[in-house]
């Protein structure tokens, strides 16, 4: 069965870094779009960052463009997202996704699996 696994959240002071790793398995990763979104307490879930199953094509929130940066290994059946200049207002539980076709997609409809998530937060 398809399974996707986060994992390289933590706590980090402002203006720091992390790396969101997400191992997919369960189907051939090289052929589908991946995806990061985010959830914040009592928020709903929003759209951060996609890329498309051949890495080519890559898409961001304005919220986190030019800060965050979404690649993959399709070698290794894996994921990033890399997060610089991280701010408060980044703190969420943050998912990865697998598309439903080979594109990058940024509306959450366009994603037929999900992992259990991985929280980041972000101390000011």
């Known amino acids: 069965q398809v399974q996707l696994l986060e994992s390289g959240g933590g706590l980090v002071q402002a203006g720091g870094s992390l790396r969101l790793s997400c191992v997919g398995s369960?189907?051939?990763?090289?052929?589908?779009?991946m995806g990061w979104f985010r959830q914040a307490p009592g928020k709903e879930r929003e759209f951060v960052a996609t890329?498309?199953?051949?890495?080519?094509?890559?898409h961001y929130a304005g919220a986190v463009d030019g800060r965050f940066t979404i690649s993959r290994d399709n070698g290794k059946t894996t994921g990033y997202l890399q997060m610089n200049s991280l701010k408060p207002e980044d703190t969420a539980l943050y998912y990865c996704?697998?598309?439903?076709?080979?594109?990058?997609?940024?509306?959450?409809?366009?994603?037929?699996?999900w992992g259990q998530g991985t929280q980041v937060t972000v101390s000011s």
């Open positions: 890329i498309s199953a051949g890495g080519s094509a890559t």
């Open positions: 996704a697998r598309a439903r076709g080979g594109a990058g997609v940024a509306h959450s409809d366009d994603y037929e699996y």
């Open positions: 369960g189907y051939t990763f090289s052929r589908y779009g």
